[in-house]
């Protein structure tokens, strides 16, 4: 099997979704023990030489920083703080999320800035490449002190402590470490602290996020493009001429996509009675490439945080500094998946428009795309089911930054909520996936009613959709089509080249 070797170097979101498509196993690069290493023995040397208290490595922790910790006691107190720390509760983190998790908490512990022991980050990619993935839950983290709840959940098994689910079976971590032949690792000074601080849930939310948001815009214009030859729309407004004098990088390339989708199109090129088509048409490449172009931004604010030290305090050992500081706040990925998810929220909001063009039986369509109308309800209720998650989007985009409640007696007096910003974009995005789903459901049945050839990339795209959800002759339970559309887009392997331009 392929194997990834974690370096203290950069590693782009393409390099991420590789490792996770291709199910590479993890290891730590000879360069990264040294680090962590030297780091680790920078720590234990300093801490012989200084009586000064030093935040997270002989004091308490967030407003007991004050309070200084007798040397017999520090291995204790790293154990105690994951513990105490471990409060997390509401739903289940997905797996696939917490597998991230895992990874990029290694990788950040990789840059030997940490202090931590090496069988520390050895055993976090022993965790993921054995799928021993963690008990974590949703709710917990302010996004400031880092993600402290989930993080501790995270680490817990670590210890031998909480549950896991190894190969897919809930079990204690005790059981899991004795199938394994692992024995629990004992923290020393700063370990605990630089397990627990750091954004690893919110950056894995965020880079989960981004990578699949990436895939569904790109389908947000195919499937569009399959609902403009459905409705027998017109191609001028994709013309590169009007968007050139206008070049956002988003418009232009979402014109682009539209223009090569229909290339060849004899549906496309055929005479026009209507001279303009509605806004959830003619508009695609003003408001997909809009949305492009905030997961653009997105995707640069998740790249620079997976590739940053964000636990604290951080140790500078060749400047003999530990600092403590505040790069465990997680305002940047806050901002950037509320954003994020408003712009995830306009492509579903913008997709269910066309969807509900396509059923008012104009232009030549069935009401309701089926044979028979009356006797067959035929698409009416979808559009229904698609109403409902975009106004259930709609209400998630509200920003989760806009808000902070203090804590820790006021030592943490503003926070990110970059927490709750990651778990409602997770929602966007599954919605956005289900409502485009049920929009290719409907441009595929509609374009069914039009006499002529679509391009050829559309028409073999259909056919494959067919074989999954086959045309729709007279009523039946369409929850199972809608399931079906779903998981044909799920399936869908798109080319990097198309994903990552």
Known sequence: MDVHHIKPNHVTLENLSEIIAEQKDLALSQEAAAVIDHCREYVDNTMKE????????????????DVKINES???????????????????????????????LKAKGLSYGKSGVQKITVERLITFYNEDCI????????????????????????LLGLGEVNLKGERMEASEALNILGLEPI????????????????????????????????????????????????????????LHLIRPHNGQ????????????????????????????????????????????????????????????NPTVFDDEDKILSGGNFHGQPLAL???????????LGNISERRTYQLIHGRRGLNPFLVAEPGLNSGFMIPQYTAAS?????????????????????????????????????????????????IELMNASQ?????????????????????EEVPFVEEDRILHNDIEAAITFIQSLDIDSELIFK
């Open 336 to 346: 950037a998946m509320d954003f994020l998810a408003i712009a995830l929220a306009e």
């Open 134 to 157: 963690p008990v974590v839950y949703q709710l917990g983290s302010l996004g400031a002190s880092g993600d402290l709840a989930p993080l501790a959940h995270l680490s817990l098994p």
């Open 389 to 437: 998650i975009v106004s259930q989007n709609k209400q998630l985009a509200t920003p989760a930054s806009v808000d902070s409640i203090e804590s820790s007696n006021g030592q943490e007096d503003h926070v990110s909520m970059g927490a709750n910003a990651a778990t409602k974009l997770y929602q966007v995005v599954n919605n956005l996936e289900r409502i485009l789903a």
């Open 73 to 103: 006691e520090l291995e204790k107190l790293q154990k105690n703080l994951v513990m105490s720390h471990a409060c997390g509760t509401g739903e289940e983190v997905p797996q696939e999320i917490v597998k991230l998790m895992l990874l």
């Open 252 to 311: 232009i390339e979402t014109a682009k996509n539209i223009r090569e989708f229909l290339e060849g199109s004899e549906l496309m090129a055929r005479h026009k009675e209507h001279v303009q088509d509605p806004y959830s048409f003619r508009c695609m490449p003003q408001v997909h490439g809009a949305s492009k172009d905030a997961i653009g931004y997105a995707a640069k604010v998740m790249e620079t945080e997976i590739n940053s030290v964000t636990d």
């Open 186 to 241: 004992a923290l020393k000074s700063k370990e605990g602290l630089a397990l627990l601080n750091g954004t690893q849930f919110m950056s894995s939310f965020g880079t989960w996020s981004v990578l699949k948001a990436k895939k569904l815009s790109y389908l947000a214009d195919l499937i569009g493009s399959i609902s403009l030859e459905a409705f027998d729309g017109r191609p001028e407004a994709f013309d590169e001429l």
């Open 446 to 466: 509609a374009l069914h009613f039009r006499n002529g050839k679509s391009s050829e990339f559309i028409e073999s795209f259909v056919t494959t959709f067919r």
């Open 50 to 65: 200084r009586t000064a208290p030093v935040y997270g490595i002989n004091t308490g922790f967030g407003s007991l920083c």
